[in-house]
């Protein structure tokens, strides 16, 4: 399964990370790939989309890389199972909410709740990140 991640500080890619741990853990093997190194093309074969991207802007996609991707996948994901992750700051996680509402009107089927932490993921979020990895490998 590939993890799609984008990061600026390394919060959003050791959410990754962990997620990936999980899914190994899931008994599914795991690949982190970072955004700009992949395309929608290539996630034919994949059964679930995983994403991760911290907010940027004012509860927004960083525009370079992540927001032309999830642009990308309008017209492309119709029934395609998406697991939404990523780290924010000050802002709950709106961007997340507003990014899976974006991916349902797509045709995505979002996986479990999406999950989001408050800057670099500890402790208790690590568990979480973990645990979302072993539910995305049961998809
Ligand atoms: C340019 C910029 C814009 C940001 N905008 C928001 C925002 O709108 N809402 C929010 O909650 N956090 C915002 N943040 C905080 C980051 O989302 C937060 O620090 C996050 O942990 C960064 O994840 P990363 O290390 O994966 O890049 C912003 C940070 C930067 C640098």
């Known amino acids: 399964m590939k993890v799609i991640y984008w990061s600026q500080t390394g919060n959003t890619q050791k959410m990754a ?3 990936a741990k999980g899914i190994e853990e899931g008994g599914k093997k ?3 790939v970072e955004l700009g190194n992949i ?5 034919n074969d994949e059964k679930v989309i995983i994403l991760g991207s911290p907010a940027s802007g004012t ?3 960083e525009e370079t890389q992540v927001e032309p991707f999830v642009q990308s996948l309008e017209g492309k ?3 395609k199972k998406v697991a939404l992750f990523g780290s924010w700051g000050w802002g709950e996680g709106e961007y997340l909410t507003n990014l899976e509402e974006r991916i349902k009107s797509y045709g995505g089927e979002i996986v479990g709740e999406s999950l989001s932490v ?5 402790g208790e979020d690590e568990a979480k990140c973990v645990e979302f990895g072993k539910l995305i490998a049961q998809q």
Do not use: F, K, R, T
């Open 17 to 19: 990370e962990l997620i």
């Open 30 to 32: 795991a690949e982190l």
């Open 39 to 43: 395309s929608v093309n290539d996630l």
């Open 59 to 61: 509860e927004e996609l």
């Open 77 to 79: 994901i119709q029934g």
């Open 118 to 122: 408050m800057e670099s993921p500890e």
